[in-house]
């Protein structure tokens, strides 16, 4: 078969390089594909509005709902305000090796929180709630830190995330 | 030819953008220092941030717009040897930019917009922000109809001759403004401005944010299309040679065109609100935009061989010794191809759908991008500059000597300041702060790449000045230049016969159409259809 380049591509050499740069794109978006979908990664993408400035109204928000609760099926759901300059409540311990689904909503602003060296990170937009989930393999004393400009305070805001060996529990402190 | 050249109205652009630049370079030296506490007394996050704000606005809206704007009025003129379609709107746009600019700098400059350059709804900064950005953006709309007339009139005056590659580019990069800055004008226009004037009470963030995002991402390769169009048109005849294919050139262009709108969502992986499937879509599209990238690479490494040999290169590697490395046009090249291969690899962590987790909102980004943008594209702001000057005022460059040592320590002082915010990142960094409250164990990790991003920012203001200084003295240079034309490189192979679609543009804005349609139609319309709930204004 002619190679449909010719057309616009007259040296051979040329042609062979576009040929692999389309493949590299192909292969790397492919890639990137079957590992989101065989392994279910997806970046948190949860389409669930609320109204952010009547937080404490709603059920799941409301001051007294918020933190660590266990699901039926042992997973776990921690329920969080990100309100300008902290995470509430602003300890949360959860158990290692436990899947951890966070519910986020903003009580102001926008936030975004990262808990360096995992893989937990979301973006928290006012208007709606996002959802992540992950586990914690590894032990210890972590940071959620607050990763976008939400005001003059932003730099401080950040809160404390414990992970504690399984055989340890892991309750809402 | 001199008379129809448009010298001054590209150099009184291309003035203010540098002007911007060398402000902007001092805001950088001030936020490396204050945002590792390194000296209490500067610690002050309302300056930071203003800085910041500052910065943003100066480096990726002011210099970008006035420098593509000027170089694509003189590329447009040389290459077409045309008078400009309308020389006193031409002005006005300009005037609209300036204007736009001095309105947006009084809130910016007394902290009344310290929202970053991204806005951030619902952060409200001062309505002579918004406007100012208004106005700007309007302005270079002037400059994108000026370009699509003049190739329209051009090949109406020449039927069935082909384009120039140069212009075609630019013209290229003209149409692609127009489309994407759509995203952002509808954001302000009908987000932002009624909003702190107070004429609606709330905005949905998450319409704003995805309206930006149809911007984000394809106004980086606004910013970077002189670039492209220097290293094909302006960089193999000044190393020497010849434009190793003026085809492939176009085909990157087009693709540059098409794919780089349609796939902002990259930009909000991270964000609630748009479901996965959407960002797996504008994910594969991301990929797709480096394929003319990779084929620019080829292209200009083949056309920089080509002249190497011509001078006498043998061997594998033997070419590059002889490349003329004492002309500020080729060293800029080099030295921007490996910024954007460096940069590259990191994008492409970004521009992955799960891998980006790691590092979103780290330091790791504000490397990645200084990098190729303030890297890889402003370098060749830089040559196109020392190239275009001396055509320009009609006065040989002060000193090249100067120009070359410039261009070393730019690109010595961008990987100093980046490659350890790249180590920054995966430290867990966050980008956008102004001082590290934190753990102990992560303030004392993160402090040797801080003090090397101070080095690389002292380096970076010291290059700009001198970049300024050359530029200003060539205009008093007594001696006159002696060739006042732009040389455009020839192509190797002669262009025998152009398919109709690489020389115009209607088939490929009805595909962006399209593609824009499928990929931002349900995602804009959604926020019609969900019951949402907007924000009221917060201050900072």
């Known amino acids: 078969m002619a190679d449909p380049l010719k057309s616009i591509c007259e040296d051979p050499l040329e042609r062979k390089w576009v040929w692999i740069s389309l493949a590299l794109a192909v292969v790397m978006a492919g890639m990137l594909g079957y590992y989101a979908v065989a392994s279910n990664i997806h970046p948190p993408s949860n389409v669930e509005t609320i109204d952010s400035s009547r937080l404490h109204l709603t059920e799941e928000f409301a001051e007294d709902n918020l933190g660590v609760k266990t699901n039926d099926d042992g997973s776990l759901t921690v329920t969080l305000v990100a309100a300008r300059y902290g995470f509430y409540p602003p300890r949360i311990e959860v158990p290692a090796d436990t899947r951890v689904t966070f519910r986020i909503a903003s009580a102001d602003v926008l936030h975004g929180v990262h808990v360096p060296f995992t893989n937990m990170t979301t973006m928290i937009v006012p208007g709606y709630i996002s959802e992540v989930t992950t586990l914690f393999p590894q032990t210890g004393e972590f940071s959620l830190l607050c990763n976008e400009y939400c005001g003059l305070g932003h730099d401080s805001m950040w809160s404390r995330l414990v992970v504690v060996a399984k055989s340890a529990g892991g309750e809402a402190s | ?382 040559a196109i500059a020392y190239y275009l000057w001396p055509k320009m005022t009609g006065r040989q460059l002060y000193s090249t000597g100067l120009a070359l040592k410039q261009l070393w320590l730019w690109f010595i002082g961008m990987l100093i300041l980046t490659l350890p915010w790249h180590q920054l990142g995966l430290a867990g960094q966050p980008r956008r702060i102004s001082s590290t409250p934190y753990d102990e164990s992560f303030v004392q990790a993160w402090l040797p790449a801080e003090s090397a991003m101070i080095a690389g920012g002292g380096i970076l203001f010291i290059s700009a000045l001198m970049l300024v200084y050359n530029l200003f003295r060539t205009h008093g240079n007594g001696q006159a230049e002696t060739n006042p034309e732009v040389e455009y490189a020839e192509p190797v192979h002669a262009i025998v016969r152009m398919p109709r679609l690489m020389n115009s543009f209607g088939f490929w804005c009805l595909l ?29």
Request: proline letters at 5%.
């Open chain 2, 512 to 540: 962006v159409l399209v593609y824009m349609i499928a990929s931002y139609g349900y995602p804009i319309a959604q926020f019609f259809l969900l019951d949402t709930h907007g924000t009221v204004p917060w201050s900072i």
């Open chain 2, 1 to 382: 030819m001199s008379q129809s050249r448009a010298a001054g109205l590209s150099l009184a652009s291309m003035w203010v953008g540098f002007i911007a630049f060398a402000a902007a370079a001092l805001l950088g030296l001030y936020q490396v220092i204050e945002r590792i506490d390194l000296i209490p007394g500067l610690k002050s996050p309302a300056l930071y941030f203003g800085s910041v704000s500052t910065h943003g606005v100066l480096m990726g809206f002011v210099l970008t717009t006035f420098l593509v704007m000027g170089y694509g009025y003189y590329t447009a003129t040389t290459s077409l040897r045309q008078e400009l379609w309308n020389k006193p709107l031409a002005w006005f746009g300009f005037w609209l930019c300036v204007i736009g600019v001095l309105l947006a700098a009084g809130p910016l400059l007394t902290g009344n917009a310290s929202v970053l350059y991204t806005f951030y709804p619902p952060l409200k900064a001062h309505p002579a922000f918004y406007i100012g950005a208004t106005l700007l953006v309007v302005g270079s709309w002037v400059w994108c109809l000026e370009m699509v007339m003049m190739m329209t009139t051009w090949k109406k005056a020449h039927p069935g001759e082909t384009v120039p590659l140069a212009m075609y580019g630019t013209t290229a990069n003209a149409i692609l403004w127009f489309i994407t800055s759509l995203g952002v004008a509808s954001e302000v226009l009908f987000q932002l401005i009624p909003w702190s004037l107070g004429l609606i009470e709330t905005v949905d963030v998450g319409l704003a944010r995805t309206l930006f995002s149809w911007t984000l991402h394809a106004i980086v390769y606004f910013w970077l299309f002189p670039a492209y169009i220097a290293l094909y048109t302006l960089l193999p005849r000044a190393a020497g040679g010849r434009l190793f294919s003026d085809h492939m050139g176009r085909v990157a262009f087009i693709m540059l065109l098409v794919f780089s709108v349609p796939i902002g969502f990259h930009h909000l992986y991270m964000d609630p609100f748009q479901a996965a499937g959407w960002k797996f879509l504008h994910m594969t599209g991301t990929f797709m935009v480096a394929v003319p990238t990779l084929i620019t690479g080829f292209t200009i490494i083949a056309s920089l061989e080509i002249a190497g040999r011509l001078r006498g290169g043998k061997g594998w590697f033997g070419w590059i010794g002889t490349l003329p490395w004492g002309n500020p046009m080729v060293t800029a090249a080099v030295l921007a191809m490996l910024m954007l291969t460096f940069g590259g690899f990191g994008g492409m962590i970004n521009a992955s759908y799960a891998m980006n987790a790691m590092i979103h909102n780290t330091q790791w980004v504000t490397g990645h991008f200084h990098l190729i943008f303030a890297g890889t594209t402003v370098i060749m702001y830089f």
